[in-house]
């Protein structure tokens, strides 16, 4: 295996945004907010190393089931990273159902990609059901999502939690225990370290 080798197309699930809150005595929502600087520090490690694609998981369809202070809360964030890598030049796609009153109007026009620089998709009032049925009408509602290389997930989690499944199918899983707003760019690096002693065969 190259040791140099990096993955073309990286996942990021920043969990564990309500755990970092409640452990510092604020409010559940206040969390996600305070994972905003982290995720432009990463946006800036993955553009140094020449990292061709990223995929970030902001909320799902099932989020919405959260008290509305909470789905505010994780909405604005989203919508504020989106505006600030788009103006860092990410060219930036938005794959969610937009068809609901939970995808933010003001990023509409991200459904289709913007910008020409490193390829980030955000993952907004996304559900893995709806994806797979555009199938139905001709394709994934993510076709313009490639496959994944590497997942990274942050807040112990051992699970996807409907993240892109068919984009998923041979991506390797690194997990962090520490919470997404405590991120250090030293997690991503040991990831790297990981995935390139990784085997990978693609099943063959």
Not at 65 to 75: E, M, N, V, Y
Not at 88 to 112: I, Y
Not at 149 to 169: E, M
Not at 194 to 202: I, K, N
Request: proline share 4%; with cysteine; glycine share 10%.
């Amino acid at each position: 295996m190259a040791k140099n080798r990096v993955p073309r197309h990286v996942g990021f699930i920043p969990d564990g945004n309500r755990r970092w809150a409640s452990s510092g005595g604020l409010p559940k929502q206040d969390g996600y907010a305070h994972g905003i600087e982290p995720g432009l520090l990463l946006f800036e490690q993955c553009k140094r190393l020449s990292i061709e694609e990223a995929s970030i998981y902001c909320y799902t369809k099932d989020n919405m089931k959260r008290p509305s202070a909470q789905q505010q809360g994780f909405i604005d964030a989203s919508v504020a990273f989106a505006r600030e890598i788009a103006a860092r030049g990410a060219a930036v796609l938005v794959v969610g159902d937009e068809t609901s009153s939970k995808f933010p109007r003001e990023l509409l026009e991200f459904r289709q990609r913007r910008g020409t620089g490193m390829k980030v998709n955000l993952l907004m009032n996304y559900g893995w059901e709806w994806d797979l049925a555009g199938i139905k009408n001709g394709g994934l509602r993510s076709q313009e999502v490639s496959r994944l290389d590497l997942i990274v997930r942050w807040g112990g989690g051992r699970r996807l939690s409907g993240f892109l499944p068919v984009q998923s199918v041979y991506a390797d899983f690194f997990i962090r225990d520490e919470f997404w707003p405590d991120f250090e760019p030293d997690h991503f690096d040991q990831a790297l370290a990981w995935y390139r002693q990784q085997d990978q065969t693609l099943g063959g």
